[in-house]
């Protein structure tokens, strides 16, 4: 049985425009702590869609919740922001390409689904593509962003895996409100401790914000959910290299970046990646 089209083209839309969020932050946002960034993306955007639905979680879902909210917002996007301000956007995008070969042995060990050797190999492909279309020879690699990278593809990968395996008993709508709020939550006390403050916001920086937040976080995060509960972990997170791709061709089009025959490769290895990942993940949840 194969996975309908309209699920996965759904679920293709996250990751196409996160790859946004390296432009936002380096042309919209210089000079905001990474903290500060991923706060000011999770907690306002949940507490809108949490006054939309009016509804908390209950019993065992407060502790699941928490605990999602950390992988998937919290960790993640800390990560995330660590990883794109101290490397270039090119390096940021392989190491987090790692996540998709992250996700085939975390199903694994926490759903019991099966090692494909060809979802192994899928995952492999894409992260060469992604290398070929977004590395450059001089391309810097600073220790703490590569560490910062690794992390949060772990993250994301254990938050991908748990939310199949802990599906709500609530809406789609709901289940993200939860996660974005608990996200932002949990890291004011660290922004508190330890980031510095943000400069006063600009109209250009509060652009930058609501796009991360309304459209890359609470619009996004709905369709990723969505998908994570219909279609196979593996399969869902081979989606996620849709993201270096938006982000080189975003530097074509808006930055007047070169588009190399290395990298038209690696694009064409990523959709053979993407492609393959779909065809060895056939059955639906």
Avoid: H
Avoid at 42 to 52: F, T, W
Avoid at 221 to 238: D, H, Q, T
């Amino acid at each position: 049985m194969k996975m309908p089209a309209s699920d996965l083209a759904l679920t293709a839309i996250a990751p196409a425009i996160w790859g946004s969020t390296y432009i936002v932050t380096t042309e919209f946002l210089a000079g905001f702590p990474p903290l500060a960034v991923a706060t000011l993306r999770a907690l306002p955007a949940g507490l809108l869609l949490l006054l939309i639905v009016r509804r908390l979680p209950t019993g065992i879902w407060w502790l699941r919740v928490m605990a999602l909210g950390a992988f998937n917002f919290s960790i993640f996007w800390t990560m995330l922001f660590v990883s794109a301000y101290r490397l270039p956007g090119g390096v940021a995008a392989t190491v987090g390409a790692v996540q998709p070969l992250i996700v085939v042995f975390l199903a694994s060990l926490l759903l019991g689904s099966p090692i494909r050797p060809l979802s192994v190999l899928a995952a492999l492909v894409g992260l060469g593509g992604v290398a070929l279309l977004v590395l450059t020879p001089n391309a810097a690699l600073d220790p703490v962003g590569v560490a910062a990278g690794l992390a949060g593809a772990l993250s994301m990968a254990c938050g991908t895996v748990l939310t199949r395996k802990w599906q709500p008993p609530v809406s789609l709508l709901t289940f993200t409100a939860w996660q974005l709020t608990a996200g932002g939550l949990l890291l004011i006390p660290v922004v508190a401790l330890v980031a510095p403050p943000p400069p006063m916001p600009t109209v250009t920086n509060l652009l930058g914000l609501a796009w991360l937040g309304l459209i890359g976080a609470a619009l996004t995060y709905v369709l990723w959910f969505r998908g994570v509960a219909r279609l196979e972990s593996a399969a869902v997170a081979s989606l996620g290299f849709l993201s270096p791709v938006t982000a080189v061709l975003l530097g074509w089009l808006c930055l007047d970046q070169s588009l190399t025959p290395v990298q038209i490769a690696g694009v064409a290895l990523v959709i053979a990646s993407i492609a393959a990942g779909q065809r060895v993940n056939r059955q639906p949840r």
